[in-house]
């Protein structure tokens, strides 16, 4: 959700203004008011009166420092303020919600991980609200001034209005008005964002992508999705940051999708199909496999592969090249420089990168597919990392600074 309306234009400026100045300081600083003006390229008048502002919302601070090779007095420079600020950073999975406490650098000041089983009595949006209820109070001497909430999940999502259509797992969601909900109960700004647009953010914000300025992240775990930076920036398409190539038909007479569609290919590659299909072809007489007999789970298909178990490798082979035929056609529209898989799968990914790569290479433009890099995510998604770098967006961008300002 993008609490509020877009401002106007005056204060548009002034909002990005503030995030571009917020933005320097949170990379560059302690740094002093002259080279904030010249890396931000605005006037020294529009620096003094934006660092005032934000000095006086305890958002920055004045602290010395020394310039590189001077041996005189250290200069006087600027800083972040962010252990007084807090926000809450929450992820929705299958069967659990994550929640963590954060300051406004990031860092993490406490984190549970907590049951919210996919049947109940109460609806998913009053048992989320509890929760997050729950935490607060029980971690109370931990906060001070709470800024906003992050929510990351999977599902069919509409994140300026903070709206979730559909999702996988809690079937009794239909059109969840999670942001203004949220919102109206607490009286903080919301963010609601998928969980693998929100990842790719993070990547870029803090991960494997980060400098990078056209990246594809293909995620493979209990949903199948994909988050695309373009030009520096997480691509949205209206309200949405997420590619859904999950929900792309790669078999018409395949098994029937949470959207309505069948043979999607989240229900071929998704973990749980991928157990899905190991189990039955457990039941066919097979060569010996080392998955006869043990918990099946992602980490053992993965443990079998690596050790040269030939039914594992093939359905791990076989996931990479239906993800790869997908990928090969998001090089050719965004001709990326990185492509990262986030899965578990990645505990085998000297079998999965090289399936999908010979995807890449055989059907995108040779000039596009032959320099691009297939890297491992930095992060697994998991924890709140993704919804801190909705916050940290959100400051970037001034949208969230101009609210704290206003107090």
């Known amino acids: 959700m993008i609490p509020d309306g877009q401002p ?8 990005t203004n503030v995030g571009a100045v917020y933005r320097l300081i949170d990379q560059f600083g302690p ?3 002259i080279e904030l003006s010249k890396k931000a390229q605005l006037a020294p008048a529009s620096i003094t009166k934006i660092v005032r502002e934000l000095i006086q919302a305890h958002l920055v601070l004045e602290t010395e420092f020394q310039d590189p090779g001077s041996r005189g007095r250290p200069a006087i420079g600027l800083a972040l303020d962010t252990q007084a600020w807090h926000y809450l950073s929450a992820r929705i999975s299958l069967g659990s919600i994550t929640l963590g406490l954060r300051d406004l650098s990031s860092k993490l000041v406490v984190e549970e991980v907590l049951p919210l089983p996919e049947q109940a009595h109460q609806p998913l949006l009053k048992r989320i609200i509890s929760e997050i209820d729950q935490f607060f109070i029980r971690h109370q001497r931990k906060l001070e001034r709470l800024t906003a909430i992050a929510i990351t999940l999977p599902g069919m999502i ?12 809690y079937h009794d969601v239909f059109d969840m008005p999670l942001g203004d909900t949220l919102s109206e109960h607490t009286g903080l700004p919301v963010y609601v964002q998928h969980d693998i647009g929100a990842w790719t953010l993070a990547e870029s914000l803090y991960g494997a992508s980060r400098g990078c300025k056209n990246v594809v992240q293909i995620v493979i775990d209990h949903n199948v999705g994909a988050g695309v930076i373009t030009s520096g920036r997480v691509l949205h398409a209206g309200s949405s940051s997420v590619a859904e190539i999950g929900h792309t038909q790669v078999d018409p007479y395949g098994k029937r999708c949470y959207c309505g569609n069948h043979g999607c290919l989240e229900t071929v590659a998704s973990t749980d199909s991928i157990l899905d299909l190991v189990r039955q072809r457990l039941t066919v007489p097979v060569p010996a496999s080392l998955l006869h007999g043990v918990s099946l789970t992602i980490e053992a298909v993965c443990d079998a592969a690596n050790r040269g178990d030939q039914l594992a490798r093939d359905v791990i082979i076989s996931v990479g090249q239906s993800v790869g035929r997908i990928l090969a056609i998001m090089v050719n529209l965004f001709n ?3 492509v990262l898989i986030g899965s578990p799968l990645n505990l085998s990914q000297d079998i999965l990168h090289p399936a999908i790569m010979s995807c890449i290479q055989q059907q995108s433009l040779p000039a596009y597919s032959e320099n691009i890099k297939l890297e491992s995510t930095q992060f697994y998604n998991q924890g709140t990392m993704p919804g801190a770098a909705l916050v940290k967006d959100a400051l970037y961008s001034g949208s969230l600074l101009i609210k704290l300002l206003q107090g």
């Open 158 to 169: 509409d994140a300026r209005r903070g709206i979730v259509h559909r999702m996988p797992f």
């Open 8 to 15: 106007g234009h005056i204060d548009q400026i002034k909002q």
């Open 336 to 338: 990326p420089e990185k």
């Open 31 to 33: 740094i002093s008011r």
